[in-house]
């Protein structure tokens, strides 16, 4: 029902700063919880950070707490990560995904994906 796509990921030094950007299409969008996860080599898939539908709340990861912000353009149908500060254990494959409530896509349950972009940091 919803078509997300990710960009913006690379490479980048460590203590340097990146933005993601997830377009989304349907006129829905301005309905769903937005967020994104991370999963690294080796490990299981990671919640970042999620937005709700307004963009009046948005939550995340202790781990990248401070250093991550999580946005929206619902003219657009864009979510954005921010990243900050970034750290070689940022380095994963980013996914967008949207659902009805931050709960669910917090989650990553009853919700749509991206095909993720690859983001790492190197030392």
């Known amino acids: 029902q919803v078509q997300l796509v990710e960009s913006g990921g690379g490479l980048v030094q460590a203590g340097g700063s990146l933005r993601l950007s997830c377009a989304a299409s349907g006129r829905t969008f301005r309905s769903y919880a937005m967020g994104w996860f991370r999963q690294a080599p080796g490990k299981e898939r990671e919640f970042v950070a999620t937005?709700?539908?307004?963009?009046?709340?948005?939550f995340y990861a202790t781990s990248v707490k401070g250093r991550f912000t999580i946005s929206r353009d619902n003219a657009e149908n864009t979510v954005y990560l921010q990243m900050n500060s970034l750290k070689p254990e940022d380095t994963a494959v980013y996914y967008c995904?949207?659902?009805?409530?931050?709960?669910?896509?917090?989650?990553?349950?009853?919700?749509?994906w991206g095909q993720g972009t690859q983001v790492t940091v190197s030392s």
């Open positions: 937005i709700s539908p307004s963009g009046g709340q948005s």
């Open positions: 995904n949207a659902g009805p409530s931050i709960i669910q896509v917090s989650g990553g349950v009853n919700a749509y």
